[in-house]
């Protein structure tokens, strides 16, 4: 495979009133991002609430994507587990359905040692066969931060898991000092935090960022601009998107949802997880003022 550049949207996994997973509606999302564009899929991960799904709604998610996707963008699958025995299964699960890559973050449960890390990362590698494993560095309460010297480590001592997403803070600092360390042995490097950051980790030699993907549209425009070296159209675009962008930080899956929602995308913003943020009525007046203005960026 090619190295994989872009925008690598993340759909949020939709789900009926009832709390069921809806099938008709996930597909809708993926082929939302399609016709936007989007260069990647990456599911079921954080954004998509894949600690709220059963093993076999997880299976299911890849399936759909993989179908959806019917080879024209990669699907890069989330495998993360509590241990390693179970993103090998998920990762076994994924490869054997026809998922291009794979992406996990540490064990989410109990925190691992940088030493379990390694082999947690060694383990998903030998399962891979080949296939291109995303190192998902994140920040608590899910994540756990891996410093760029434990990244490079899991980098030298795997055949496949070359690539990084940085989510940790300062992401920019770790991207460069990953770069610095590991050089072309790091096969490529995305942000992600919606792409709140993506002008200065592009400079950095980012090769994307995987943002959910309520605005995808939005984001392959930004990403045009960028790669046209149009630095001044970008960052124009960037400053239209940043009220929804901010918006998105303080109340997460609630506002992806919202506004898939409301662009005709999912039938229900059905969210699973406990601690999320419900929008409420000056949330809702705030979303209409923003997306009023961003609609003249909509592409689908």
Not at 193 to 218: F, N, S
Request: with cysteine; hydrophobic share 40%.
């Amino acid at each position: 495979m090619n190295k994989m550049r872009g925008i690598y949207a993340i759909p949020p996994t939709p789900f009926r009133d009832n709390g069921e997973l809806d099938e008709p509606s996930l597909r809708n999302i993926i082929q939302f991002c399609l016709k936007s564009g989007a260069h990647g899929i990456v599911t079921p991960v954080n954004a998509s609430e894949f600690i709220s799904l059963t093993d076999d709604e997880r299976k299911r998610v890849v399936v759909i994507a993989v179908e959806e996707a019917a080879g024209r963008i990669p699907v890069v699958a989330g495998v993360a587990g509590a241990s390693e025995e179970i993103a090998v299964h998920h990762a076994r699960y994924a490869r054997e359905v026809g998922a291009d890559s794979l992406i996990a973050m540490p064990p989410y449960v109990r925190k691992a040692t940088p030493d379990e890390i390694l082999r947690y990362y060694q383990a998903i590698d030998r399962e891979a066969k080949g296939l291109p494993i995303w190192i998902q560095n994140n920040m608590p309460p899910v994540g756990t931060p891996m410093s760029p010297e434990l990244l490079v480590r899991i980098v030298d001592s795997t055949e496949s898991a070359h690539y990084v997403k940085e989510e940790c803070w300062p992401a920019g600092h770790y991207m460069t000092k990953v770069l610095e360390l590991a050089g072309d042995r790091v096969t490529g490097i995305q942000g992600g935090m919606a792409g709140r950051y993506l002008l200065d980790e592009y400079e950095r030699g980012a090769c994307g960022t995987m943002p959910a993907c309520e605005i995808c549209d939005v984001h392959v425009q930004l990403w045009e601009k960028l790669e046209a070296g149009d630095k001044h159209g970008a960052r124009d675009f960037f400053n239209r998107m940043l009220p929804l962008l901010n918006m998105e930080f303080m109340y997460g899956v609630s506002v992806y949802k919202e506004v898939l929602y409301r662009r005709g995308i999912i039938s229900s913003t059905y969210m699973r997880n406990a601690g999320h943020y419900h929008l409420d009525s000056y949330d809702r007046r705030e979303l209409d003022a923003i997306l009023n203005d961003l609609q003249p960026l909509f592409r689908v």
